[in-house]
Nanobody, 115 residues
């Protein structure tokens, strides 16, 4: 079972930045893809950004141009750099990995954008 541990969430003012980290217990190079999903209160969990094993990234329209997903295979860690944050970005952010044994989720980290 792959373990994913997120960190980096917190409270930030509109227009601010945060960087989320997702540390995996296994080699991230073995995962077909890794991604960041988010879930706001009363809403369904949705994709924010993902990256494939070959480095192809994909973003939700709502975060394009503001969020950047990246990875460090030496550290088995995936990052989500979030800039120009908006109140509507407030959510619990979850790391997801699609690996040989299926889908794995982290426990989530809260991001709150508020003045």
């Amino acid at each position: 079972q792959v373990q994913l541990v997120e960190s980096g969430g917190g409270l930030v003012q509109p227009g601010g930045s945060l960087r989320l980290s997702c540390a995996a217990s296994g080699r991230i190079g073995s995962f077909a893809s890794m991604g960041w999903y988010r879930q706001a209160p009363g809403r369904q969990r949705e994709l924010a950004a993902s990256i494939t094993r070959t480095g192809i990234s994909n973003y939700a329209d709502s975060v394009k141009g503001r969020f950047t997903i990246s990875r460090d295979t030496a550290k088995n860690t995936v990052y989500l750099q979030m800039n120009s944050l908006k109140p509507e970005d407030t959510a619990v952010y979850y790391c997801r990995a699609l690996g040989p044994t299926g889908i794995n989720w982290g426990q989530g980290t809260q991001v709150t954008v508020s003045s």
